[in-house]
């Protein structure tokens, strides 16, 4: 299974940026899916994650700006980021976790994209 990321780019304060995952490969079924950031110096963190059910969780400062969506048919996640800061600025990681029909459960990463927000 991979994951391929898209949608990173420059942005001024302000804007907005839409990112997509999409998962490839030989996938029985997927739980969550979400998006992570790693900025400069800082540890990675969990920005907004999605369950297969629909249920939704967002990190305490990108709320009522950002919005996580999944197309399950085409298993892809969708991050839709408004309002954005400086403080945004990191790389963007998604992340799937997959089930097998044995019920194995694989976690898997995409390449990152770089979001650049200028002030």
């Known amino acids: 299974v991979q994951l391929q990321a898209s949608g990173g780019g420059l942005v001024q304060a302000g804007g907005s940026l839409r990112l997509s995952c999409a998962a490839y490969?030989?996938?029985?079924?997927?739980?969550?899916m979400g998006w992570y950031r790693q900025a400069p110096g800082k540890e990675r963190e969990l920005v907004a994650a999605i369950t297969s059910g629909g249920n939704i969780h967002y990190l305490g400062s990108v709320k009522g700006r950002f919005t996580i969506s999944r197309d399950n048919a085409r298993n892809t996640v969708y991050l839709q980021m408004n309002s954005l800061k400086p403080e945004d600025t990191a790389v963007y990681y998604c992340?799937?976790?997959?089930?097998?029909?044995?019920?194995?459960?694989?976690?898997?990463w995409g390449q990152g994209t770089l979001v650049t927000v200028s002030s």
């Open positions: 992340n799937a976790e997959t089930v097998s029909p044995n019920e194995y459960v694989y976690d898997y």
């Open positions: 490969g030989s996938i029985f079924s997927i739980n969550d």
